[in-house]
């Protein structure tokens, strides 16, 4: 596919200065009339440029200029353009008539049909597929939209902004008028047209704004939306109380919808959800996913400003909205549940999803410089990296300058479209940092690796660190430098935030060289160079550092730690993040001699295992129940590094058998060692008190659920006897999933028996039913494959809806690397069969699953010539779609 280039960017020829829509729902299409009115851009390049639209899938029934008829040679459809030729005036508002298919729209982008209503998705180009129309984020207008349609089956109709008018039509159809008071781009614009239950509640703004805030729900699940509301209201509150900014509409609603590519969206004053991010009750919903919803609603909030008030020239820019707003959306995680376990558990999502990226064939920078389809950049470098990137000029500037430079950013450009140099241009200005080699983070793709050795001097007492950055070119750069447009690289700016740890564990006081006085036990170091020094003096013995805290920059730290100074940094750290990778920098170590014995064929003696490691993780479990102990933190310590994760840190070729074996034999191992204080821990963690999603219980919970999955592991009469009374009599979903996959795990009858008491007890809940495929999904019984592929003929199944893809196919492809890396290419080829069939209906759901492929190079030869076959065979479908064409070419490149 054709890629676009950032430098080729040019403003629009023409601005719209407002919309006025007029959508007719009607049985097996919609009529949709759209009134632009239009003028010269006077900062256009070409004063005389014609006026193209974009539209996709679209009929052209009329077309109107200052309410003429235009006739044939006035005007010119050319694949997805409309060229008109007729002679322009300055200002004219042109009127298209179009129809289109929303029933038959199975990409779900645009206007679509899902089970009782019709609902939109524009972001990021899906507004052409409603209407002709200048389809790019820097063309901002003021909207209104007029929706009719049968009043039984859809009697709520829904648009931007405020509602301005409604009334009945002939045959029993109805109409609503909506408009949005603030310009916006086209990617904001949503409507809706169902049959949906409401919750209505209020929220008072700072300045005495009342604003009505509604959750609207298919009909029905009323009782499940309590949980987004009071998470709608905390956002209001929290962006209010940190960063000054008040909602500025009277209407804020969200509605959840069952089919939706992503998690969510931010449409101005109507956002549109995933069900999966909405609903949820104690018996249906876990703790995490009620974290997740307080997460994705304050997100979707957060954008009002950072995103919608302020928006991007172009999608280049995607990270200026989504990199801030996931930043301000973690930092509302952190000040709403715990800080340590909330950073903990971004630090793994990033090393999951965003470090194997950076290292694949998709690699790009947060900012691309080019691309095929923009909808493949929704990523974990964009999204979770771009957060990184906002949080190091937090750590680099502080807290205060940051909440400065955000309001120069508002002053300065409320209501524009603009790119990340002017984010940067604000905080540089608002701190007086100089930020300009900072942006080489926009402009570079990969992962840093910072290596760092320490030395201590006895005769001077100095310990000096040295710290090297290495950023090597990545796939995107190599193939930049091929199409003749390379990149420069140059090191990176960073925040190395660190401390020092005596031999007793306390934070000595760190005084750097060329200061007069110590100055606290953490300090913020600025890496700038390729290599660089840091000297700190006055220090008595040895010390053991504490670096990267907070994880305060995305990078591989690279430090020769031994195995007791990581038991030293675990159990004395200040920092929760780092007490957290000292245990994952352990477990890690080990794995790799063990991955190494199995590969040799001794594994199984266990002779890898230090005999020590059992006793650190009994008085790490032990320090939960300390004064001052968090079980929730201690729940993360236990969890070992994910095989995913694993695979990822593997230097040379991968081996997902030894992976697995390895890490599985570990899980066993501490399993016996600790079974009387995993069993006491068990009991002693039982909450009584009645369910709350709040931080305390769930940190129990999930402490008490590691347990569960440990003791699972002995696989004996009263380890299964635990797990099945469990599964029994919780009364919430995070007790009995937790019960649920420790029993997935084997091939039992009371397996069998236990999913399908599970599915007939909730086959009404969509939300639950994906729990259940992914439970399956991402199981490591042996026979998971077979399963997994009897399951895509199962009535639970439907490949129509992308949660349940996401939880059958792209879990199995993204979370189960043992299966999906079969030895027999049964995986490949069914990821590639999923890849096909999807794309042919929905070319965004197939392309995440294409990306299972993404890290095909590391793995044998054997595996390697499998995966090229499949990747191959959908390289040759006819008529592949540009974002299955895109991954997959990047990937056989
Ligand atoms: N802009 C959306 C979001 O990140 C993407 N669907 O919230
Ligand atoms: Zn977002």
Redesign the pocket.
Known sequence: PQAIYLKDYTPPAFLIETVDLDVAIETGHATVTAALACHRNPAAADPSAALVLTGEELKLETIRLDGRLLGQGEYALCDDRLLIHAELPESFTLTTVSTINPDGNTQLSGLYRSKDGYFT?C?AEGFRRITWFLDRPDVMAKYTVTIHADKAQFPVLLGNGNPVGAGDEEGGRHWAKWEDPFRKPSYLFAMVAAKLDMLEDWFVTKSGRKVRCAVYVEPGKLDQCGHAMAALKKSMKWDEDVFGLEMDLDHYMIVAVGDF??????NKGLNIFNTKYVLARPDTATDIDFQNIDR?VA??YF?NWT?NRVTCRDWFQLSL??GL?VFRDQQFGMDMHSAGVTRIQEVRTLRTAQFPEDAGPMAHPIRPASYAEINNF?SATV?EKGAEVIRMIHTLIGKDAFRKGMDLYFARHDGQAVTCEDFVAAMQDASGLDLTQFKRWYNQAGTPKLVVRGAYDAATKRFTLDVEQLYPATAYEKRLEAEGKPVARGAYHLPLVLGLLDADGRELPLRLAGETSAAGTQRVLSVTEDRQSFVFEDIAAAPVPSLLRGFSAPVVLDYPYTAAELTHLMAHDSDAFCRWEAGQRLATDILTAGIAAYQAGDGDSLAWIPTTYADAIRALLGSAFAPGGDPALVAEALALPSEVVLIEATDGTVDPDAIHAARLALRRHLARELKGPLAAAYHELKVDAPYSPEAQQAGARALRNACLGYLAEIDDAESRALVMTQFDTADNMTDTMAALAAIAQFELAERDDALARFLDKWKDEALVVDKWLMVQSTARAADTGQRVRALLQHPAFDIKNPNKVYALIRAFCAANPKHFHAADGSGYAFAADAILQLDAMNPQVASRIARAFDRWRKFDTHRQSLARVQLARIQSQNGLSRDVAEVVGKALD
């Open positions: 998705q972001e590519n992503m998690g969510a969206m931010e994705v997100h979707e954008h995103g909205k989504e707003t929704y999204y």
